[in-house]
């Protein structure tokens, strides 16, 4: 079992590095080779699969993570569906964030093609006709961030937070059911000291000062005369003391503590290395001016590219 839910992991985190190689691959290293060349001279074929393939990594990546989260939600929150939980299920959700990112990226091939940029007589690059002007190119910049970045983000963290939850749960009652059974054993070990020194009330005057009693009752009380009890606790016997739970609630505990890191951790890399692109897109296309500031022509593509690689 353990052997299949790596295996299972280890196959979301494969796409998940697939979805990162497109990003190096498709995304950056064309933008890097189109900022040396100042312009596009691939032809128009060549400029609709560049811009398909630039924003395919980073879809197939949001959508990947968040089905790895799916996925960890499904092991933890609903553990008996999990048992039942076959490979076929892990593809058709990794068959699932490839469709949907696919099919998140066919406006680029009818919005960007090699044509003649407008001002510009004879000087041809890869440019985006926007339909619906003034507004196509806020409303298509608004869909790409809610689709590449919101809606994953929402779904991540809803996820992460149901799992903290459980967990948190599930620590709470083996607490409870810990301090049950601890009361329970208390009150069974008192009721064992008290037959025990009534047999030695009963029997001190043949017994005598000098004369030991032994009497196992999952405790050994050793009675050294009138008022001396010697209690030894043997912790491999049961009723003893000793809960094996405790073991579990430890580390049940020690889970939670990870999973909430990993929440952590996952929720903020996700949004350090998703927002900053994101966001001065929005800025850039909503901002009135916002191409004249100085931000836009230094500390933001220098952000945003470091971000990326």
């Not at 030894?232 to 909430?260: E, F, M, Q, W």
């Amino acid at each position: 079992m353990r052997k299949l839910k790596m295996n299972r992991m280890y196959y979301f985190l494969l796409h998940l590095i697939i979805a990162d190689y497109l990003v190096a691959l498709f995304n950056v290293l064309p933008q890097l080779a189109w900022e040396i060349t100042h312009r596009f001279y691939g032809g128009n074929t060549l400029c609709k699969v560049i811009k398909y393939l630039q924003i395919l990594g980073p879809y197939l990546s949001s959508y990947v993570l968040v089905m790895t989260s799916i996925d960890r939600y499904q092991a933890i929150c609903h553990p008996l569906t999990n048992c039942q939980w076959t490979p076929a299920r892990s593809q058709l959700m990794i068959s699932f964030a490839w469709i949907i990112s696919l099919l998140f990226c066919v406006p680029q091939i009818l919005i960007f093609s090699y044509q003649e940029i407008p001002g510009n007589p004879g000087v041809y690059d890869c440019w985006g006709t926007f339909p619906l002007q003034p507004y196509g190119e806020r409303i298509y910049v608004s869909w790409y961030a809610i689709s590449f970045f919101f809606i994953p983000l929402v779904l991540l963290t809803t996820t992460h937070v149901c799992i903290c939850r459980e967990i948190w749960r599930n620590v709470h009652q083996k607490r409870k059911s810990f301090k049950s059974e601890q009361n329970k054993i208390f009150h069974h070990n008192n009721d064992d000291m008290s037959d025990c020194l009534s047999t030695a009330s009963s029997t001190n005057e043949s017994i005598g000062r000098s004369t030991n009693l032994l009497v196992t009752v999952g405790r050994s009380y050793r009675f050294k005369g009138k008022g001396r009890v010697e209690v030894s606790v043997d912790r491999s016997k049961p009723g003893a003391g000793y809960n094996p739970r405790s073991h579990s609630l430890l580390g049940l505990t020690r889970a939670k503590i990870k999973t909430v890191k990993i929440t952590v951790v996952v929720i903020v890399c996700y949004i350090i290395c998703s927002s900053p692109f994101v966001c001065v897109q929005l800025w850039a296309y909503w901002a009135p001016n916002a191409h004249k500031s100085s931000f836009w022509s230094g500390m933001s593509y220098s952000y945003t590219y470091y971000t990326v690689l």
